[in-house]
Nanobody, 122 residues
Framework: QVQLVESGGGLVQAGDSLRLSCVAS????????MGWFRQAPGKEREFVGYIYRGGYTYWADSVKGRFTGSRNNAKNTIYLQMNSLKPEDTAVYYC????????????????WGQGTQVTVSS
């Protein structure tokens, strides 16, 4: 069974940076693709970014130019580098294992971590 664990969230001020990590465990993968989503209270989970198995990334317009990502396949870990954080970035951030075609839809990720809280104060 696949397990995903996010970490690195916290309380920061606007303009600060955070780096989130997501570690996959439970079985061995030769390669896989991962996505980052976030969910604020009362809102649906929204797409943030995608890390292809080869390390290529795609980003939502709301975070483009501020967020970057990378992966360490040897450690089964992906990273989300969050720069120039804004109060509207406040949410629980989740990583998911991509299993279907569309990278933007929650239903196409079969495995999720428990999430890590990011709170940005003004």
């Amino acid at each position: 069974q696949v397990q995903l664990v996010e970490s690195g969230g916290g309380l920061v001020q606007a303009g600060d940076s955070l780096r989130l990590s997501c570690v996959a465990s439970g079985r061995t993968f030769s390669s896989y693709a991962m996505g980052w989503f976030r969910q604020a209270p009362g809102k649906e989970r929204e797409f943030v970014g995608y890390i292809y198995r080869g390390g290529y990334t795609y980003w939502a317009d709301s975070v483009k130019g501020r967020f970057t990502g990378s992966r360490n396949n040897a450690k089964n870990t992906i990273y989300l580098q969050m720069n120039s954080l804004k109060p509207e970035d406040t949410a629980v951030y989740y990583c998911g294992l991509h299993t279907n075609s569309s990278i933007y839809e929650v239903a196409n990720y079969n495995y999720w971590g428990q999430g890590t809280q990011v709170t940005v104060s003004s």
